[in-house]
């Protein structure tokens, strides 16, 4: 039986965050990593397309906590603790200089997740975090007021543990034979595969401003629209993947969805159509895109409205015109399945929220025994704060431990 004074399960953002804070303030104390894998910080590594969407530019804690579908409630006294700019300032007083891009996330000034990941490992290295690969783990007792640990290779000892694996089922399985309540996972971060001629072949395209709505259901998002080889991506679409994930679960990822495409009313757009049919009367309707839509869209949602490529404005019947209002503020697609955004993958799903004291990230069942990251039922939509949920949830941890 191998002796450490906190073991970590989980070699990745979390778990990192956590060990290096707490080794850094206790140098006395031993920190140990167990990663299953051969590789540490696999996720951060091809997150945000490889450059590492570290947080968001989002300094008020209630705006904040707006971008956590499960959470909301829960992270608000945590970030309140430790948010973005603790988070900018960490980084930067390890030489880790981020930037903020338009849409508010933020990443390295060098654009590489691996200066996130060394920054990492020589911080782990530097205050001497043991790191131990291929150790997955196969139980976890409580013995008293200490924690054994199994791996296939090894067995240890510990007086903290804490757990940090992120969607991981084997360790939710044994966390729930500890007597905690597992929220079964759902996908929560997808984009949606849809087939329909009003999309085939103009793939690339991006809607900038639109609303969406899942027909039947509460569910609405804004934001930008991009158009795929197998349907609908970008922000408006994740955030309803996001807020939707046990709704459309439920469903069997098989529903209609209606997208206004230019956020206006039918009545506004129907009149400024009438408008255009005066002033444009010999152009074509097909050439003449309107609203600020990409060229090809526009085209697609003409055709739909069985408005011919040769037909001029003057032509246009009141049926036509109508169609076309639909087509731009109304238009309904059919999702059939889902796909997993880019190469992340993340769930709602883990340790009930109702069994963590979120002022320490302890597990009420049994003392000594923490969470960190998305291990716990919190995910957030994409742009960074599914990260700054693992920082601030790893910081918390850390100075419990420490103090």
Not at 60 to 79: H, T
Not at 221 to 245: D, N, Q, R
Not at 271 to 291: G, P, R, T
Request: proline share 3%; net charge neutral.
């Amino acid at each position: 039986m191998i002796f450490k004074d906190v073991i970590i399960i989980g070699g990745g953002a979390a778990g990192f965050f956590a060990a290096i804070n707490i080794a850094e303030q206790n140098p006395n104390l031993s920190v140990t990593i167990l990663e299953r894998g051969k590789e540490v910080l696999t996720k951060v590594k091809v997150s945000g397309g490889g450059r590492c969407n570290v947080t968001h530019a989002e300094f008020i804690p209630q705006d904040l906590v707006a971008n956590y579908p499960r959470g909301e409630k829960e992270l608000l006294g945590p970030f309140h603790t430790f948010m973005t700019g603790d988070t900018i300032t960490w980084f930067e007083e390890r030489g880790v200089e981020l930037k903020i891009e338009d849409d508010g996330r933020m990443f390295p000034t060098s654009n590489s997740s691996q200066t996130i990941i060394d920054c990492f490992v020589s911080q782990a290295k530097k205050f001497n975090v043991e790191v131990l690969k291929n150790q997955s783990v196969n139980t976890i007792k409580k013995e008293n007021d200490t924690w054994a640990v199994t791996t296939k290779t090894n067995e240890y000892q510990c007086s903290k543990l804490i757990i940090a694996t992120g969607s991981n089922p084997k360790i939710w399985k044994l966390i729930e034979d500890l007597n905690h309540n597992i929220i079964n996972p759902v996908p929560s971060l997808f984009t949606f595969n849809i087939k329909d001629s009003r999309i085939n072949d103009i793939p690339g395209v991006v809607a900038q401003n639109v609303t969406v709505k899942v027909l039947d259901t509460l569910l609405e998002s804004h934001g930008p629209l991009l158009i795929t080889h197998w349907g609908f991506s970008a922000p408006a679409i994740l955030k309803l993947s996001a807020f939707g994930a046990l709704e459309l679960a439920k469903r069997n990822y098989n529903f209609d969805i209606e997208i206004n495409f230019i956020n206006q009313t039918s009545e506004e757009t129907i009149n400024d159509l009438k408008q255009i049919k005066k002033e444009a009367s010999k152009k074509a309707v097909y050439n003449y895109s309107q609203f600020n839509l990409p060229r090809r869209l526009w085209q697609k949602l003409v055709i739909a409205s069985n408005i011919n490529e040769q037909l001029r404005w003057a032509d246009v019947n009141k049926d036509q015109l109508a169609e076309l209002t639909n087509q731009l503020t109304k238009a309904v697609f059919s999702v059939s399945g889902k796909s997993t955004f880019k190469e992340e993958f993340v769930t709602a799903g883990g340790v009930d929220l109702k069994e963590i004291n979120f002022k320490s990230f302890e597990s009420k069942q049994h003392k000594n025994l923490y969470f960190a990251g998305e291990v716990i039922n919190v995910d957030a939509v994409t742009g960074g704060f599914n990260f700054q949920n693992a920082w601030t949830s790893a910081y918390i941890v850390s100075q419990n431990i420490s103090n």
